[in-house]
């Protein structure tokens, strides 16, 4: 399996509070996604990364940040959380464009 | 308009039985993913193809470009593939656009 670790796995914080998700890699791979899930969505992009300290946004991208500073990791930060942003949030990596993503095991994350 | 439809949207079989879940896209696309999410949650990539069929195990992954549409094959179904297996058409230019996906039950 890749190695990719998302930390915390759950976490349950009030409105307003700033939260940070982190995404671990140790496959060295070029691109790094944030994606959540809600029932009756599917997975929706938040953001990506092509490489160090390159990003941009994707589909549901309002009230999240994204930096990478280093390759193997991917922050998401929710500046002021929102219980609209109550969810599950994955990670996923791929070494190139057209090839497999693989992805974490998600972070449950519950905005009260 | 969605651009990614599956169907059916559930889907439940008795042990044993082929089943085919359906994708269809109205995107031009350079691949398109299946993957697998567990109960657990965890997701899994099961194919990426670009034209033809693909085969691992009991799956089986087919694509017809010019249709826009691609179908998932389980012969054999057991209780272990329960899942909810999801389509993603890529367009090569950033990340994959989902479907919503097949809850699959597969009954001993």
């Known amino acids: 399996d890749a190695g990719i670790t998302q930390s915390p796995r759950h976490k349950v914080t009030e409105t307003g509070t700033p939260v940070t998700l982190r995404c671990h890699q140790t496959?060295?791979?070029?691109?790094m996604y944030w994606y959540r899930q809600d029932p009756g969505h599917g997975l929706r992009l938040i953001h990506y990364?092509?490489?160090?300290?390159?990003?941009d946004k994707g589909e549901v991208s309002d009230g999240y940040s994204v930096s990478r500073s280093k390759t193997e990791d991917f922050l998401l930060t929710l500046e002021s959380a929102t219980s609209s942003q109550t969810s599950v949030y994955f990670c996923a990596i791929s070494d190139a464009v057209n090839q497999p993503q693989h992805f974490g095991d998600g972070t449950r994350l519950s905005i009260l | 308009k969605n651009e990614v439809e599956q169907s059916p949207q559930n889907l439940t079989a008795q042990e044993g039985e082929f089943i085919t879940i359906n994708c269809s896209y109205s995107?031009?696309?350079?691949?398109l993913h299946w993957l697998q999410q567990h109960p657990g949650g965890g997701i899994v990539s099961l194919f990426m193809l670009s034209s033809g069929k693909k085969k691992h195990g009991r799956l089986i992954a087919t694509i017809n470009i010019q249709e826009k549409h691609s179908s998932l094959h389980i012969t054999a179904s057991h209780p272990r593939d329960s899942a909810v297996y999801i389509c993603a058409p890529d367009t090569g230019r950033r990340a994959l656009t989902f479907g919503s996906g097949t809850r699959l039950q597969v009954q001993p």
């Open positions: 990364s092509y490489g160090v300290k390159d990003t």
């Open positions: 496959e060295n791979h070029r691109y």
């Open positions: 995107v031009g696309i350079s691949a």
